[in-house]
């Protein structure tokens, strides 16, 4: 693994003595290919992690540059004084566009930030202040002692070392807890709030630093060509930046930065072609959906994996050093309070006109398994989606441990220790196995990625840690082989266990199951009925939701059944089961459980 790793400082090496053979037109070249990379890992953070369809990043690119150039130009401010206000004032723009995605999702908010761009660029075209179509000459050069950043060869290095540390933080951020949050709530929003991610904290974050990384590159740019002007940040580039992002593969740094370097050099080859060129990138972005749909870097990432080679990483081996000593075993919960775990009073929620839950009440002990029976369409999901967080009632309240939560948002409830499993299953599916477990096990709040500034050591030694509690983990679910596969290629069977350990990392005092045992074979729910008792056994009271009646007599102390969104019965498995209500309910519904009761 570490010998692999010496790729990359070659590849560092390559790019310093590039100038020592190129002539300046080339180098010229070479300057433009980075500035598009930087801008490109930019837009691959907040679109290819984040998940994050983000239509405005040529704009980003544009303020960085106008904002600086304007600056040093007009206001007459120091270069080195307006480069980092155009690049602050980026980052504002950047969070302004952020806000409709706080809303909105997928193409709806790709058409709100194209929006945003379309008005950007006619601003631009049409303000005095920017100088309309002609833009803003005589831009003035960075000046630094000793360097003369005015001509391409020195400028060039510049460039260069901005390029490298834009890579290595956005390598450092996609291959630690950063990322793998902007991974997880790609995949799977809401599976990503119950694991306790404040999703719209993070969809802000994406922005920032597209739009961070964004105005670097414009500062950058600006003061090379000495020169702006509308046409360079407009639609034509977005398109461009979208090409070098889809045909490098979306969720890779390094693909970001491969697509651009051959689209600026097919850009250059098609000068003389013009009205060709986004016909020759609307085929290739044809070609890539259609035959490598994650880009170059997935086509890599496959080809290695039928070759079976690692994948190449500096990063990678460094945190896996073992480091830390290992943890206890499946010590999941701290201590439970005494008393009630949770109490549901008279929750009732309505969609339109349909009581899903009506006057719904429930007590579970601490401690105890409770199994939750009824027939479809009886409320059950409702009540894990309203105690978790997922709706808010319409009335009644839920407390967890005699706290009210009534309405707690979802990420907050698993902060609270409440970790739940969906119906249908809701893995991260482009997460690997571990990465899963890793989302759920990191209970830092949004507020410690700080450290990503500060103190980036302790990022990467709290990711040791968690990397070897999540193998611990895996272990206890028997899932430690497949450590590194990706979640979507597991059996289904392997999936369903895999959501209870990654809802269990979480750390919760109450876990809620929902239909943990559909699909599963005869083997794998006798398994499920062991795993269930164990999670009991180490003190973590547990609600199930259950068609399966042989786990809910064998397994569950308590019972509630639902039924049209009422409580129909209550009690042990045996009162339940001779409950004249209850019998005449499932007889009349001729549900599965009847036979079994
Ligand atoms: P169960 O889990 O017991 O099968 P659910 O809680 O999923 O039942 O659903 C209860 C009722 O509420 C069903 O009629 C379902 O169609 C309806 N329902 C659930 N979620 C929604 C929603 N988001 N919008 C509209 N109706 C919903
Ligand atoms: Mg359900």
Redesign the pocket.
């Known amino acids: 693994m570490i010998r692999i790793g010496f790729g990359k400082p070659l590849l560092v090496g390559l790019l310093l003595l590039l100038p020592v053979v190129l002539d300046s037109y080339t180098i010229h070249v070479a300057i433009l290919i980075m500035l598009f990379a930087i801008v490109a890992v930019g837009l691959s953070l907040v679109m290819g992690f984040g998940g994050q369809v983000n239509l405005a990043q040529a704009a980003f690119f544009g303020t960085g540059a106008y904002a600086s150039a304007l600056l040093s130009t007009t206001y007459g401010w120091n270069p080195w004084l307006a480069a980092p206000v155009a690049v602050l004032t980026t980052c504002a723009v950047a969070l302004t566009v952020a806000i409709p995605a706080l809303r909105l999702q997928s193409h709806y908010l790709g058409i709100v930030s194209l929006g945003l761009a379309l008005a950007f660029s006619s601003l631009l075209s049409n303000s005095d202040l920017t100088g309309g179509a002609s833009g803003i000459s005589k831009v003035p050069p960075l000046a630094l002692p000793g360097l003369d950043l005015s001509g391409p060869r020195d400028y060039y290095y510049l460039v260069a070392i901005a390029l490298i540390l834009v890579v290595g933080f956005a390598l450092f951020v996609g291959n630690t807890t950063l990322g793998r949050r902007f991974k997880a709530m790609r995949d799977d929003v809401l599976a990503a709030a119950a694991s306790g991610i404040e999703i719209r904290y993070y969809r802000l974050m994406a922005f920032l630093l597209a739009g961070l990384v964004g105005g670097v590159a414009g500062v950058l740019y600006a003061h090379n060509a000495r020169y702006v002007s509308p046409d360079t940040f407009g639609l034509g580039v977005m398109f461009l930046l979208l090409a070098m992002v889809i045909i490098g593969g979306q969720d890779s740094v390094w693909g970001a930065v491969v697509g651009a370097v051959l689209l600026i050099t097919a850009r250059n080859l098609l000068t003389g072609i013009q009205t060709y060129q986004q016909l020759v990138y609307g085929g290739l972005i044809v070609a890539t959906v259609v035959f490598a749909p994650r880009g170059l870097a997935g086509a890599a990432a496959d080809l290695r994996r039928r070759l079976n080679l690692p994948w190449p990483s500096i990063l990678i081996p460094w945190l896996t050093r073992p480091g830390l000593p290992p943890p206890a075993r499946l010590k999941v919960a701290p201590p439970a309070p005494e008393g009630l775990a949770l109490r549901v009073d008279s929750v009732s929620k309505r969609?339109?006109g349909?009581h899903?839950l009506a006057g719904v009440s429930l007590e579970v002990g601490a401690g105890e398994i409770h199994g939750i029976i009824?027939?479809?369409?009886?409320?059950?999901?409702?009540?894990f989606?309203v105690i978790s967080g997922i709706y808010r009632p319409n009335s009644g309240r839920v407390f967890v441990w005699g706290r009210d939560v009534t309405g707690q948002r979802s990420f907050r409830m698993s902060r609270l220790g409440v970790a739940r499993t969906f119906?249908n299953l809701r893995l991260f599916r482009q997460l690997t196995v571990l990465e899963n477990v890793m989302v759920a096990l990191d209970r830092d709040p949004a507020q410690a990625h700080i450290r990503y500034l500060i103190a980036p050591w302790v990022v990467v030694r709290n990711e040791r840690a968690r990397r070897a509690r999540a193998l611990r983990l895996l272990e206890d679910f028997d899932l430690h082989q497949v450590a590194d596969e990706l979640a979507v290629n597991l059996a289904y069977g392997r999936q369903r266990r895999l959501e209870i350990g990654r809802a269990l990392a979480a750390e919760p005092t109450i876990l809620l199951l929902?239909e943990p045992a559909a699909g599963l074979n005869a083997a794998e729910q006798e398994g499920l009925k062991a795993t269930i008792r164990k999670i009991r056994g180490a003190g973590v009271t547990v609600v199930v939701?259950e068609h399966n009646m042989n786990l809910v007599m064998n397994v569950c102390e308590r019972l509630t059944v639902?039924g049209h969104?009422k409580v129909i019965a209550a009690g042990t498995p045996r009162e339940v089961a001779s409950n004249p209500v209850v019998i005449e309910a499932y007889l009349g519904q001729g549900t599965p459980e009847a036979a079994a009761l």
């Open positions: 969609f339109k349909l899903a009824g027939p479809n369409g009886s409320g059950k999901t409702t009540l989606n119906q929902d939701i639902f969104g």
